[in-house]
């Protein structure tokens, strides 16, 4: 504590070490500080601060909207056909000329019916 006193900073923390020694001899250790950075005082007075004006239109409103409705859908079981945009689990088994293929293969598979990420499909009927 002295040494940091000496050279006037202000530790953080601070860990400290052993090093090998002989029986019956002082004991010596290291010790490592982190130190807070010195932050110097800024003259602020003269300077100018330009404040950003945003404009957010009705577009941007139901844009947000539409992206937290689709980011939390919810889950219902259907004893019927979903109608379209209805989030569905699926298990699929990709053919090619009849003959499954590798990684084309899928169980509870989440699809939103009608988004066309999968494959176009048509409205149930």
């Known amino acids: 504590m002295q ?3 000496e050279k006037g900073l202000k530790p953080a ?3 400290t070490s052993a090093q090998d020694h002989e029986p019956r001899q002082r004991l010596r250790y290291t010790a490592t500080f982190e130190i807070y950075p010195e ?3 800024l003259e602020i007075k003269d300077a100018r601060i330009e404040r950003p004006v945003v404009t957010v239109s009705e577009e941007d409103v139901n844009r947000t909207i539409d992206t937290c409705r689709r980011q939390r859908v919810g889950w219902n079981p259907w004893s019927v056909p979903p109608p379209m ?3 569905v689990l699926i298990d699929f ?3 090619l ?3 499954p293929f590798e990684g084309g293969e899928a169980k509870d598979f989440p699809l939103v019916l009608g988004n066309n990420t999968l494959m176009k499909v048509s409205s149930p009927a």
């Open 3 to 5: 040494a940091v006193n």
């Open 13 to 15: 923390g601070a860990r």
């Open 39 to 41: 932050v110097k005082r």
């Open 85 to 87: 945009k209805s989030r």
């Open 93 to 95: 088994q990709g053919r």
């Open 97 to 99: 000329d009849g003959v």
